[in-house]
């Protein structure tokens, strides 16, 4: 789970864009949630998911971070089923912590 591993070779330049934008996000644990969601779902989205996905991912990072976490509340404009499934992929990020102080 440090970076993407699925091929875009079969994807439209759209999802391509989104795909590489959710893996280098300016933080390490963003990076981690959407990019993982992304290369997990990005092929099977529909238009109006990825116009979501496009809107959340305009968040400042810390923000989103923190909704991801629970340190912040989400906002009702983000309190949807695929918000609730980015956030599904919340890592263990005082384990992803460590690790990046180990390298």
Request: charged share 30%; net charge negative.
């Amino acid at each position: 789970m440090t970076g993407l591993v699925r091929t875009s070779a079969d994807l439209d330049p759209r999802r391509r864009r989104i795909l590489y934008r959710c893996w280098h996000r300016g933080i390490r644990e963003m990076d981690l949630v959407l990019g993982q969601f992304a290369e997990d779902h990005i092929a099977t989205l529909s238009d109006e998911q990825l116009d979501e996905l496009e809107i959340i991912m305009a968040e400042e990072d810390q923000d989103l971070v923190q909704m991801v976490t629970g340190a912040l509340a989400v906002p009702e404009k983000f309190q949807t089923p695929l918000f609730e499934k980015i956030t599904s992929y919340r890592p263990d990020f005082d384990l992803v912590t460590s690790e990046t102080l180990k390298a």
